[in-house]
């Protein structure tokens, strides 16, 4: 190999070297954007959206819940350190569930209802599957459609979650008990709380829990566990419980 060429090889190998360090440290610049940015969104509870860095700029994507507004999460991400600009465009609210000609009918989007099913190998019991449930439900409260029946999507992971749960007690009778908040008409209440029972029910059996171990009643505003004097207490009594009981 001539000298010219040993140098010319040289060249190429440090231009090579230089173009691999420079793109490590940028995919590495991008990874900690995107990650501190996902920081930021989850510190106001906004989870499940895309966040694609170039350079500098973000674009995000995906769904939110309707509470939040594009541009809202657009200014949260903008505040970041570091972050140069952000397009929210591909960002969309997510529709309403809510049958607006007969609310108490409850609707889903079996699409993201979890299909279980195969056989288990450690059931669990009675006593484990209703701490199980209880624990979770206490965690991530059930929410519906206001003044409606339909599980609202923010809720379907903590339902999907409950049903797994259910599942894994074949041996069992679940009692799905519907609670609602003091506020309106006595009657219409006790017909919210069996709709909305009926509504975990009805996600339940989509997910593949058998019917025939499921039981509903309704506690309309009968039993609070809260002041209906406070938003905050209201929110507590708009529930629904478990009671996981063994198959005599």
């Not at 010319?8 to 940028?26: E, N």
């Not at 952000?86 to 969309?92: L, M, P, R, S």
């Not at 894994?168 to 069996?194: K, M, W, Y």
């Amino acid at each position: 190999m001539s000298r010219s060429t040993a140098i010319l090889v040289g060249i190429a190998s440090l231009l090579l070297l230089t173009w691999i360090t420079v793109a490590t440290r940028h995919d590495a610049i991008e990874n900690d954007l995107a990650e501190r940015v996902g920081q930021a969104l989850a510190a106001h509870a906004i989870s499940g959206l895309e966040i694609a860095p170039d350079g500098r700029d973000v674009r995000l994507s995906g769904e939110l819940p309707r509470r939040f507004a594009p541009d809202y999460v657009a200014g949260i991400a903008a505040d970041v350190w570091g972050v140069r600009s952000v397009d929210a465009d591909a960002v969309v609210r997510r529709a309403s569930m809510l049958d607006a000609n007969d609310p108490l009918n409850a609707r889903f989007d079996t699409r993201r209802i979890v299909r279980l099913g195969g056989d288990l190998s450690n059931p669990m019991d009675a006593g484990s599957c209703q701490r199980t449930m209880a624990r979770l439900a206490s965690v991530s409260a059930i929410r519906f459609e206001s003044g409606g029946a339909s599980p609202m999507i923010e809720s379907y992971p903590v339902l999907n979650d409950l049903a797994a749960v259910a599942f894994q007690c074949p041996a069992t009778r679940l009692v799905i008990g519907g609670h609602t908040d003091g506020s309106g008409d006595r009657e219409f209440n006790l017909r919210l709380s069996q709709a909305r029972a009926e509504a975990v029910e009805r996600f339940f059996y989509l997910a593949g829990i058998d019917p025939r171990r499921m039981q509903i009643i309704a506690y309309g505003d009968s039993q609070p566990i809260a002041s209906n004097a406070t938003p905050e207490g209201r929110a507590a009594n708009r529930r629904i419980t478990f009671d996981v009981l063994p198959i005599q």
